[in-house]
């Protein structure tokens, strides 16, 4: 005997032995809405009668280019049983039998694939179809629609074939619409439409029912490689092997009179997630009229007047379907002469916000558990909740203007203006909400950065400049929009000739990467409100927190902590539930405008002692802010980074000061130009050709170590006052690109030496703190045990581990290639984004296996990019860190995604089968 590749809806038992038993089988064998027909009917719900074709024999027919042997003898024989349950006969005009042909994956893919529905339809059942349902309009308008259908999705027929025609008919009768359509016009209609046909295809409509389920049955297994399925897999990441299986389904019409009708319905409201049945329903009509929007719908309540004992019905059947399932149930039902039909029930599409409030509500409900409400919720939608969106119908009729890399998510609306300091004044005194453009952004664009709704630049990655700021103060923010052309004398940027003028409003989406002309209205969000996603993020911290859910060392699975650089970032940090601070870049604060002249003062200096007079000057800003810091972070942990940047990057641009200099010369301006002159040559002498692989990070702190001297007397300063008010303090110092364990001797000591002394003069006796570095450079990585001899912590910068591990310039390679090689398939994904777990992330894992064998109880995070990246954050968990760090506004989403994992791996021990 052939194999079996049809299924009855009743045979479900079959199917699940065939599959060996699991849920998850049986709806890769017979799709989603199959596999929903059959529980339904198992349920004893009322389900037409009705078969499956497999999604294997769907795979066999992709593969062959036929039906598989027995496959359509199968059906046939299918079809007779329901003739037999029904008391219909296919194709006979007496008493017809019409079934629908309905496409279905093992994963909803909606509206992707094709349906027929009213198949067995033919002249001579047409006859039968009125009597049975006394409506010869309606009869006359499914049949032209058949052959519509069937012309374009069976017989491959372009759609305006049939709409021109239509359209000539109804202007010849004047009729504006298809509502005015009689019987007689459609069935003028259909026979039109049958010419196109035999015109088009050399073929008569077929008039044989079987042969209109053999075709339409090939044209549902053709449609799972049509473009619009191909394309939406593609989106989705459904496998392209999954195949979908062929419904037949009895129809059953809502349109024989007032005691008929059709709705569509969800268990809970899709769009806030409240508990009440949400839908619309019509009477005497059939499913399409309610989909379409033809006529006015009436609220599914409604029903309960109208036909009190079938919405009862309606009412008990659905809640035992969302108990069974214990999910939001979407179904779609058609009571025909009174009797109710449930023709489909799936797994309802929601809101972000729906999504947290239903799995929230279905935990409180004691339907489902706590663990199986979290992972409910994806990282994706903790994100949508976080950031101001456009109104999604708005942003439909907008104007595109660019697409870039969509670096940091969020809706903003903004006036252009394309310096930092125009956007400073713009949004700070003129209160204006502003969209600052640039090329790219420097750290002294930061201020007009902070000012800004929104950012945009032409060039740029995920982790250049721009992205990375943006992100951590959560402005939507888009870069690389490469054919944006910036031109910063007219003012104005080009984009093949639609101009946007300084001043002009534009809408930034960053969730997409997209820039549009003018202003999009768009919808505000806040956490403190959002009770339902608060109570769920602390079921995620319970579950993260438990001892033992992760097998090695750490035992409890990821804490989370945020990169913030100034008290008031901190203070977000922590009331998005942060638990300690990953990263504080500090030359962020050296560009406060009244720090930057003494900074640079400072960097200028002939001698030691004209620097130290410098740093004497800074050193209470930095003790203000470390004070801010540690009081914002009260009992919590403080990671704070030594000075990291080149230091040409606080100095004025050297090209535009060369220009001033030329200018003045050639003007005979002689005040103030020996001055500039004179910066003119020690900002040339401070050029680098690599300055990220320059005199930088560690490097410069032993070229110069005065700077961290400051920074490390302000940071225990700090902390030994905080002590004093009875704050707890845990500061963490991190040295910046060690590449050598060499590097830490020459520098670490010194530092420990001025924390102690610090602490002496303050009279602090007991202050919990440690020493420790970024493994940022592949040499570290490798020779962690050995840099774990003074490091008493490693956090991953992998941004810069990224890019020295590949040799990819994190500034330039997504505007240069990055984008070609994720669409040649060179690179899965970009890996400034993801972290790439074979190559950077096997260093990782070595240098956190390394350093343990030295220091077993070594504290290990991340606070590159990567932290607030779920699939890194699940890496991160793998290979055993205590933390991830990302910025604030991330911190939400990684702690969503820190317990996701932590239930994926929950009692495994990982790391060594990695
Ligand atoms: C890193 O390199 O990952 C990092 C966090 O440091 P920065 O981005 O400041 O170089
Ligand atoms: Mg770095």
Redesign the pocket.
């Known amino acids: 005997m052939s194999r079996k590749w049809v299924y009855l809806f009743d045979e479900i038992a079959e199917a699940e032995e065939v599959v060996g038993g699991s849920w998850d089988a049986v709806r890769a064998l017979l799709g989603g809405k199959g596999a929903g027909l059959f529980d339904m009917t198992r349920a004893g719900v009322s389900v037409p009668p009705g078969f499956t074709v497999t999604t294997e024999a769907c795979n066999e027919y992709q593969g062959n280019g036929k039906f598989p042997e027995g496959m359509w003898e199968q059906e046939l024989t299918a079809l007779k049983e329901v003739e037999k349950r029904t008391g219909k006969k296919f194709g006979d005009p007496a008493n017809p039998l019409f079934v629908s042909c309905r496409s279905g994956a093992k994963f909803s893919m909606p509206g992707m694939m094709d349906t027929v529905l009213n198949i067995g339809l033919t002249d001579a059942t047409a006859d039968g179809m009125i009597k049975l349902t006394g409506n010869p309009r309606f009869v006359w308008d499914s049949h032209r629609r058949l052959v519509e259908m069937f012309g374009s999705v069976v017989l491959g027929i372009s759609d305006e074939a049939f709409e021109k025609p239509l359209a000539e008919y109804k202007a010849k009768k004047d009729y504006k619409h298809d509502i005015e359509m009689t019987a007689d016009d459609w069935k003028a209609m259909t026979g039109i439409f049958k010419t196109v046909v035999k015109k088009q295809k050399g073929i008569d409509f077929p008039q044989e029912p079987l042969e209109q389920l053999r075709l339409a049955t090939e044209a549902v297994f053709k449609s799972w490689n049509g473009k619009r399925a191909v394309d939406y897999r593609r989106a989705t990441g459904i496998p392209d092997d999954l195949g979908t299986a062929v419904n037949i389904v009895t129809m059953v019409f809502g349109n024989m009179g007032s005691d008929s009708g059709t709705g569509v319905a969800f268990t809970r409201d899709p769009a806030t997630g409240e508990r009440k049945m949400y839908g619309d329903y019509l009477l005497n009509a059939q499913g399409e009229d309610v989909v379409a929007g033809i006529r006015n719908t009436e609220k599914i309540e409604d029903l309960a007047k109208e036909m009190p004992v079938v919405y009862q019905q309606f009412l008990d059947i659905t809640t035992k379907l969302e108990r069974h399932y214990k999910e939001m149930q979407d179904v779609e039902f058609t009571i025909e002469r009174g009797k109710l039909w449930m023709l489909q029930t799936r797994s309802g599409k929601r809101t972000a916000k729906a999504a947290v409030k239903i799995a929230v509500d279905m935990a409180n409900e004691g339907l489902i558990s706590k663990e199986e409400a979290v992972l409910r919720v994806t990282p994706e939608q903790v994100d949508t909740l976080l950031h101001p969106q456009f109104d999604a119908k708005a942003k439909q009729s907008a104007e595109l203007y660019a697409k870039g890399v969509n670096a940091s998510p969020g809706a903003a609306v903004g006036q252009v203006y394309f310096d930092a300091d125009t956007a400073e004044k713009m949004g700070k005194e003129q209160k204006q909400d502003v969209v600052m453009v640039r090329p790219f952004t420097k750290p002294d664009d930061v201020h007009g950065m902070i000012a800004s709704k929104g950012i945009l630049t032409s060039e740029g990655g995920a982790?250049s400049h721009a992205a990375?700021v943006a992100r951590q103060f959560g402005i939507p923010c888009v870069v690389g929009a490469a054919m944006v052309k910036i031109d910063l004398d007219k003012r104005q940027m080009n984009v093949d000739g639609n101009v946007v003028k300084e001043g002009e409003w534009i809408s930034v989406d960053g969730t997409t990467g997209e820039a549009f002309v003018g202003k999009i209205p768009t919808v505000a969000a806040s956490l403190e409100e959002q009770t339902d996603l608060l109570t769920l993020l602390s079921w995620a911290d319970e579950i993260c927190a438990r001892p033992g859910i992760r097998k090695g060392w750490p035992e409890r699975g990821l804490q989370v902590w945020a990169?913030a650089d100034y008290p008031k970032d901190a203070r977000r940090a922590r009331s998005y539930g942060a638990v300690g601070i990953g990263?504080c870049?500090t030359e962020h604060m050296f560009f406060e405008p009244e720090r930057l002249p003494v900074v640079q003062r400072m960097i200028l200096a002939d001698t030691s002692e004209g620097r130290i007079a410098a740093l004497n000057e800074l050193l209470p800003f930095q003790r203000k802010d470390f004070d801010g810091l540690f009081e914002a972070m009260n009992g919590y942990p403080v990671i704070i980074r030594l000075i990291?940047p080149p230091l040409h990057e606080f100095m004025p641009d050297e090209e535009k000061l060369f220009e001033e200099v030329v200018t003045m010369r050639v003007k005979g301006e002689r005040k103030g130009l020996a001055e500039k002159e004179a910066l003119l040559v020690d900002i040339k002498s401070m050029h680098e050709s690599n300055p990220m692989m320059g005199l930088r990070g560690v490097r410069l702190s032993i070229v110069m170590p005065e700077i961290v001297e400051m920074q490390v007397r302000a940071i225990f300063e700090a902390a030994a006052d905080c002590t004093q008010r009875g704050i707890v303090v845990k500061p963490e110092v991190m040295i910046?690109l060690t590449g050598t364990v060499k590097e830490l001797e020459w520098i670490q000591p010194r530092l420990v030496r001025i924390a102690a002394t610090v602490l002496k003069e303050k009279g602090v006796k007991k202050l919990d703190y440690k020493f420790g570095t970024?493994i940022?450079i592949p040499r570290a990585a490798v020779t962690a045990a050995e840099i774990a001899k003074l490091a008493e912590f490693f956090s991953?910068?992998?941004?810069?581990?990224t890019q020295m591990t590949f040799g990819y310039s994190r500034d330039d390679a997504e505007r240069n290639f990055l984008v070609t090689y994720v669409e040649e398939g060179i690179l899965p994904v970009n890996p400034f984004q993801t972290l790439d777990r074979e190559g950077v992330g096997r260093l990782m894992q070595m240098a956190v296996e390394e350093g343990r064998k030295t220091r077993p109880d070594l504290e290990v995070g991340i606070?590159?990019?990567h932290g607030g990246d779920p699939e890194s954050i699940e890496w991160c968990h793998i290979i055993g860190n205590h933390y991830v760090s990302c910025s604030p506004f991330r911190v939400p989403i990684a702690r969503l995604a820190a317990a996701h994992v932590a239930l994926k791996y929950s009692g495994k021990r990982i790391a060594e089968d990695k």
């Open positions: 982790t990375v990169n990263l870049r990291d910046p970024m940022e991953f910068g992998t941004n810069d581990l606070c590159g990019e």
